[in-house]
């Protein structure tokens, strides 16, 4: 099963993708995890990222494709694989689809989990004001202003990718604003589990 989690930050990805690895035994895979391991690893693809992060400059979407291209040929990513963080673009989206064309390969599931980003907002600031009145230090994800530039960062390179999909017949789209036991199991009966 290779599946791909769309949806703005706070949306629920990370905690559906978590029940998914261990429903399904399949793999997450985090871009920035996937890039940290091969330069570490000092794989070919590994070191022109590490040219490139020394350098300053961001790692070109060929590096990174490349570097998903080696990771799902691992052994763990037999049985399939989450994107996590990627395609973060159109651009990408067509790399990542034509690289798995070249492996004989193609996703199974593009879900998209459809939130209403006022509430996420809210919800955030809610959070971040119980972790303060609690004493306890407020998470940099949970900084309202932290939020807010990540949100009007996926609304203005990612939510682009969604329409990709959606043209290609690819896309489920989920409420991703309901209890997560219910959107667990709408996303079971898309993938057929």
Do not use: C, H, W
């Given at each position: 099963?290779?599946?791909?989690?769309?949806?703005?930050?706070?949306?629920?990805?990370?905690?559906?993708?978590?029940?998914?690895?261990?429903?399904?035994?399949?793999?997450?895979?985090?871009?920035?995890?996937?890039?940290?391991?091969?330069?570490?690893?000092?794989?070919?693809?590994?070191?022109?990222?590490?040219?490139?992060?020394?350098?300053?400059?961001?790692?070109?979407?060929?590096?990174?494709?490349?570097?998903?291209?080696?990771?799902?040929?691992?052994?763990?990513?037999?049985?399939?694989?989450?994107?996590?963080g990627f395609p973060r673009?159109?651009?990408?989206?067509?790399?990542?689809?034509?690289?798995?064309?070249?492996?004989?390969?193609?996703?199974?599931?593009?879900?998209?989990?459809?939130?209403?980003?006022?509430?996420?907002?809210?919800?955030?600031?809610?959070?971040?004001?119980?972790?303060?009145?609690?004493?306890?230090?407020?998470?940099?994800?949970?900084?309202?202003?932290?939020?807010?530039?990540?949100?009007?960062?996926?609304?203005?390179?990612?939510?682009?990718?969604?329409?990709?999909?959606?043209?290609?017949?690819?896309?489920?789209?989920?409420?991703?604003?309901?209890?997560?036991?219910?959107?667990?199991?709408?996303?079971?009966?898309?993938?057929?589990?």
């Amino acid at each position: 099963m290779r599946l791909i989690l769309l949806g703005p930050p706070g949306a629920g990805k990370g905690t559906q993708a978590q029940r998914l690895v261990t429903r399904y035994g399949i793999v997450q895979l985090s871009t920035g995890d996937m890039l940290r391991a091969a330069v570490a690893a000092g794989t070919p693809v590994g070191l022109q990222a590490k040219a490139v992060m020394e350098s300053g400059g961001l790692v070109s979407d060929e590096i990174v494709v490349g570097i998903i291209r080696d990771r799902i040929a691992e052994p763990d990513a037999a049985k399939g694989f989450i994107l996590d963080g990627f395609p973060r673009t159109v651009k990408q989206a067509e790399a990542l689809d034509t690289m798995l064309a070249e492996q004989k390969l193609k996703l199974d599931a593009v879900i998209e989990l459809k939130v209403d980003q006022n509430a996420l907002v809210g919800r955030i600031i809610k959070r971040a004001d119980e972790a303060k009145a609690a004493g306890q230090p407020v998470r940099k994800d949970d900084d309202p202003d932290v939020f807010k530039t990540r949100l009007e960062a996926y609304n203005r390179d990612t939510a682009a990718v969604t329409p990709f999909y959606a043209a290609k017949g690819q896309l489920t789209v989920i409420d991703g604003m309901q209890p997560i036991e219910a959107v667990a199991a709408a996303m079971d009966k898309v993938l057929g589990g």
